[in-house]
């Protein structure tokens, strides 16, 4: 299957981030998807790496985030899990396609500590996909490991599209 498609809107707006000066884009994006994602503003996620094939996010254990004994409270790693996802597969979806979670898996293995990180992928013939269906579901593979490198909890993520009932806009 053939990866080469043209940026979808997630994509062409990240690209505009390219006009701004090198020592203000990350401050910059993280402002446009935080207010797209208005939740992950609130706790804080912190988009580190965006690309098609791969997404980056981090959250740092500060208490509106912290559980009663002081680790990434279990909703919040779900936010991040998901907002990793979400994101990857945001980066893939069509325009005239509109992504929905459908379905989500997480089981608690250790105790976290301190900040966390989440890792979504793609692979090449699941972008392929994307891009040539109307409808469909992907399982999207994401870790997330705490500063000891180690991952407190094991996530999975089915992302489902489905025809947007708006015409794309550019």
């Known amino acids: 299957m053939t990866t080469d498609h043209a940026p979808n809107k997630l994509q062409r707006s990240l690209m505009r981030l390219d006009e701004a000066p090198a020592f203000m884009r990350g401050f910059v994006q993280n402002i446009i998807l935080r207010r797209a994602v208005p939740f992950t503003g609130t706790a804080g996620v912190r ?10 996010v981090h959250l740092a254990n500060e208490r509106r985030v912290q559980n009663h004994i002081g680790g990434v409270h279990a909703s919040a790693m779900n936010l991040l899990a998901e907002t990793a996802t979400g994101m990857v597969v945001g980066m893939n979806v069509r325009d005239d396609c509109l992504p929905l ?3 989500l898996s997480m089981a608690f293995k250790k105790r976290a ?6 890792v979504a992928t793609l692979s090449a013939d699941q972008r392929a996909i994307m891009q040539s269906r109307d409808k469909g579901e992907v399982q999207v593979q994401v870790t997330v490991t705490d500063e000891a490198g180690v991952e407190p909890v094991e996530c999975v993520f089915t992302w489902a599209w489905v025809p947007s009932s708006r015409p794309a806009k550019n």
């Open 47 to 56: 988009f580190v790496s965006l690309t098609p094939e791969r997404v980056e």
């Open 101 to 103: 979670a459908k379905e």
């Open 113 to 118: 500590t301190g900040s966390l990180k989440a």
